[in-house]
């Protein structure tokens, strides 16, 4: 059984920075792609950022040049560093992790950027 733990959010101001960890628990994390998730209220759950196993990322649009994704196998857990936020990024960001027995999730973090 794979447990997801997100920690890290809380409330800056619009241009600030956070750095959001996911630390897992159980089967093989250094061959496990890491997904970082968000849902903003009244829209879609949606796919921020993802690095595989080779450590090779991929962000969506609207974050590129502010978020950076990293994992640290050692420590069994994946990072989201996000700078210059804006109220747009306000929302619950979600760890996931796709495996062979099945999909994973963290309860989720609230991440609130407001001045």
């Known amino acids: 059984q794979v447990k997801l733990v997100e920690s890290g959010g809380g409330l800056v101001q619009p241009g600030g920075s956070l750095t959001l960890s996911c630390t897992a628990s159980?089967?093989?994390?250094?061959?496990?792609?890491m997904n970082w998730f968000r849902q903003a209220p009244g829209k879609e759950r949606e796919l921020v950022a993802r690095?595989?196993?080779?450590?090779?990322?991929w962000y969506i649009d609207s974050v590129k040049g502010r978020f950076t994704i990293s994992r640290d196998n050692a420590k069994v857990t994946a990072y989201l560093q996000m700078n210059g936020l804006t109220p747009e990024d306000t929302a619950v960001y979600y760890c996931?992790?796709?495996?062979?027995?099945?999909?994973?999730w963290g309860p989720g973090i609230q991440v609130t950027v407001s001045s």
């Open positions: 159980g089967g093989d994390f250094s061959r496990s792609i």
């Open positions: 996931n992790s796709p495996r062979a027995t099945g999909d994973y």
């Open positions: 690095i595989n196993s080779f450590n090779v990322p």
